[in-house]
């Protein structure tokens, strides 16, 4: 068995704040000996308990509205289930008891329903949780900003499925092979390790970690969630999870609440907003004058400067995800204006198994616009034979939808649901919007696009071949036809799509390709790193 690790108040593994595909019925197990008692709240159902006082072993990751994060905290003096969501933060599950020495624990969820095991002993079984979803969580040794974890921890373990009570008592004293089924992350921690986030965790995370400890930013960050609906949600979580894992102090604000008054106390380094829509120019500008710089990340660039442009001059920085729009946002009188593309986040977009359902010979995820009718309406003919799943709305305006309407799930689906079917696609197609589309476009100026939209990030981090339209960027950032496939018309697509479902070994050595470079270059963590750089003005390397 591995050395164990002195966690002594002030260390952390942060892994991923939720795991979004490993819900309700899961399993975490660990070793530990803890130093320091923790507080015994009662088991409740809507509590919203102080979050200080525990000993946060696995901090229980935020939830949101409907769905909660498990977390468990050990003290000498027991164990405590706690699920953690917006206004909701009860003790699930409650055992008092003397831990002195090293000590087996296995929390297993199943079908929403927490029960403790204690060195193989089963002990107690909580009570369902009200919570639609209750996600596993990879937050080890803290749940900040509110404590840490002080004792010592060893061999760490989250399983996708409620492990029964003969495998616990079977398993814990054994070490792991790699070859265990629904094994999902197995951490061995020792004294010559030191803790921060690995983005290879999900592809390395049966080895173990050795991970250089980094040295975090010293900045106060106030994040504004505005736009706060589903297509914007996944964005919002992927950037604050990137930013507590970069700088000392991150605090979020819906833009419905009052801004001013929250930059007044808590004093940040930085006011970040993503497209800020719903800000008010005077909201900013108050901000700004109080001495807190502002900056703006406009992710719809260039559809929306119709609006984006009557609030860019109030900004310090304009981040912008499409390169030709620098010259537009300088004219208005910004004088920073940076591209800086979206990112990718490894907890959701990753290689992973997925059943027959989402499996598929061509797959793509979007909405249809006009010009990919019209594209697929080209294709859809020649494809006959292969299974083709398209997924997003507007698509019953295709030509002969009703020959295809079963190969097609005509709704918008989450970010989790997305990267399932990337999982199960043997080729992705890539089918960028037009600039002048003139549905729900606010381009009136009619800028075209160089820079590649963010599923380009996306479909590479799930290590499956991504096939593309081409835009003026893209060798910017990945290789053509080494990292990513593309072509330039219908018919070089079908021809490159028969040709890669025949050609399997090359299918997959392109997708690695453009999987290791995603995980090293292209998460949101790079991107939020590049951000700071500019807005601090330090030649500091996150990379």
């Not at 997305?418 to 800028?447: C, M, P, W």
Request: hydrophobic share 35%; net charge neutral; with cysteine.
């Amino acid at each position: 068995m591995s050395s164990p690790f002195l966690f002594n108040g002030n260390k952390k593994i942060v892994i991923s704040r939720l795991f979004k595909d490993i819900r309700n019925s899961f399993t975490y197990e660990f070793w530990v000996k803890p130093l320091s008692s923790h507080r015994i709240d009662p088991e409740a159902s809507s509590a919203v308990a102080s979050p200080f006082g525990m000993q946060w072993v696995i901090g229980a990751g935020h939830g949101g509205i409907h769905d909660a994060g498990a977390g468990v905290s050990a003290g000498t003096n027991g164990i405590s289930v706690y699920e953690h969501g917006s206004y909701y933060l009860p003790a699930r599950l409650v055992w008092e008891t003397s831990i002195t020495d090293w000590t087996h624990v296995a929390v297993v969820y199943n079908n929403k329903t927490p029960s403790l095991y204690i060195d193989g002993v089963w002990k107690k079984t909580g009570e369902p949780s009200p919570r639609a979803n209750v996600f596993a969580s990879g937050l080890f040794g803290a749940l900040e900003p509110y404590g840490y974890f002080t004792g010592y921890l060893k061999k760490i373990c989250i399983w996708d499925h409620a492990r029964t009570p003969q495998q616990i008592a079977d398993d814990k004293d054994k070490e792991l092979t790699d070859s265990e089924p629904g094994l999902i992350g197995y951490w061995l921690v020792n004294n010559h390790s030191e803790f921060s986030f690995d983005e290879t965790v999900h592809s390395n995370h049966n080895k173990k970690m050795k991970i250089k400890e980094k040295e975090l930013w010293d900045l106060k960050i106030l994040y504004v969630k505005s736009g706060d609906f589903l297509p914007y949600t996944a964005i919002h979580e992927s950037i604050i999870d990137s930013l507590h894992e970069l700088v000392r102090d991150v605090h979020t604000i819906s833009s419905q609440e009052d801004i001013v008054e929250r930059a007044r106390i808590i004093q940040p380094d930085l006011m970040l907003a993503l497209n800020g829509l719903d800000l008010s120019a005077d909201q900013i500008t108050t901000t700004r004058l109080s001495g807190v710089k502002t900056a703006v990340w406009f992710t719809d660039d260039p559809y929306i400067l119709d609006a984006t442009r009557q609030i860019a001059p109030h900004y310090d920085y304009i981040f912008t995800i499409e390169s030709n729009c620098i010259p537009f946002y300088k004219q208005l009188g910004c004088s920073e204006v940076h591209y800086l593309p979206l990112g990718m986040n490894p907890a959701v977009f990753r290689p992973k198994k997925v059943n027959a359902s989402y499996q598929s010979d061509v797959c793509f995820v979007g909405r249809g616009y006009r010009n990919r009718i019209r594209f697929f309406n080209r294709i859809l003919p020649f494809l006959a034979g292969k299974k083709v799943l398209i997924v997003g709305d507007w698509w019953e305006r295709l030509e002969n939808y009703s020959l295809y309407k079963q190969a097609i799930q005509n709704s918008w689906v989450s970010a989790e649901e997305t990267a399932n079917y990337y999982n199960g696609a043997k080729i992705v197609l890539n089918l960028h919007r037009q600039h002048d589309d003139n549905e729900f476009n606010l381009n009136s100026h009619k800028i075209s696009c160089l820079s590649v939209n963010p599923r380009t990030f996306e479909i590479s981090g799930c290590k499956t071949l991504q096939l593309t339209d081409f835009r003026d960027n893209l060798p910017d950032l990945y290789s053509p036809d080494k990292e990513i496939a593309i072509f330039s018309s219908p018919q070089e697509c079908v021809e490159k799509i028969n040709y890669f479902l025949q050609h399997e070994e090359k299918r997959n050595e392109i997708a690695l390709r453009g999987y290791l470079k995603t995980i090293k270059m292209h998460l949101y963590k790079h991107r939020l790193s590049q951000m700071l750089r500019i807005v601090t003005g330090s030649s500091r390397n996150d990379l």
